[in-house]
């Protein structure tokens, strides 16, 4: 079990999930979960779509982690995370209960992870490119 998470975009379990609740009904994503009183007065109230948010955050900063890795796990990392950012621009632009800002931010995490994972990725192998010494 342990070993596809390895290769699963951490991401999708969060797009997964939403898929989920926006398929149920989209209003459910407006369900508060909890709200508690400011000492301004104000009350703060915590969403469905917040806590996909919050997940989605907490989430992203693992795959930033996982892109550190050199290992041949990783491409197949890095082309899961592309295939995941594709899925969801179509998702974004064909499904009607994904046309929500929540989804559009989501889409945004996975464009991160992606642009972020292959970046980290050449920095590292250019690193490691410079440590080997010249032929002569």
Not at 9 to 17: D, E, N, R, S
Not at 23 to 35: C, Q, W
Request: hydrophobic residues 55%; contains cysteine; glycine residues 6%.
């Amino acid at each position: 079990m342990i070993q596809v998470i390895r290769y699963v975009p951490l991401l999708a379990f969060v797009v997964v999930a939403y898929n989920i609740v926006a398929a149920i009904g989209v209003e459910l994503l407006d369900s508060t979960l909890f709200s508690i009183g400011l000492l301004s007065g104000s009350p703060f109230t915590f969403q469905v779509k917040d806590a996909l948010m919050l997940a989605g955050l907490l989430l992203l900063y693992g795959e930033l982690s996982k892109a550190t890795r050199t290992t041949t796990v990783s491409i197949a990392d890095h082309t899961l995370s592309l295939g995941l950012l594709l899925v969801c621009l179509v998702e974004l632009i064909v499904v009607p209960f994904a046309g929500t800002s929540t989804f559009f931010l989501l889409t945004v995490m996975t464009l991160i992870d992606v642009i972020a994972g292959f970046t980290i990725t050449i920095s590292g192998a250019r690193r490691d490119l410079t440590a080997i010494p010249p032929v002569q």
